[in-house]
Nanobody, 120 residues
Framework: VQLVESGGGSAQAGGSLRLSCKLSESHNVDYCVGWYRQATGKEREEVAVIDADGETTYADSMKGRFAISQDNSKRTLWLQMNDLKPEDTAMYYC????????????????WGKGTQVTVS
């Protein structure tokens, strides 16, 4: 499966951005898709993920600010980001994998090329 992100850009602190990820094919029955991010000089970290049952998991620093959602019929994943902070500046990646969601980037077999988010 191929993943293509869009929607990144620049925002002021306190502002909002909405990221989209288009998948080239439908999911298997059991899957996990989500968003990771990587800031310069830091390791890639989980932002939010959603599984086949619609169960979501968020990193603590994103809870209450970010919302992940999906539309399987459109093969699209979104990340609504509100109350953005400068520390949210990073490259954001869409990821997809089979099985349950686990907080390990190595569990995801497909990655997009990323979309840059810059908050000032």
């Amino acid at each position: 499966v191929q993943l293509v992100e869009s929607g990144g850009g620049s925002a002021q602190a306190g502002g909002s951005l909405r990221l989209s990820c288009k998948l080239s094919e439908s999911h298997n029955v059991d899957y996990c898709v989500g968003w990771y991010r990587q800031a310069t000089g830091k390791e890639r970290e989980e932002v939010a993920v959603i599984d086949a049952d619609g169960e979501t998991t968020y990193a603590d620093s994103m809870k209450g600010r970010f919302a992940i959602s999906q539309d399987n019929s459109k093969r699209t994943l979104w990340l609504q980001m509100n109350d953005l902070k400068p520390e949210d500046t990073a490259m954001y990646y869409c990821a997809a994998g089979e099985g349950e969601c686990v907080p390990n980037p190595e569990a995801y077999s497909a990655w997009g090329k990323g979309t840059q988010v810059t908050v000032s």
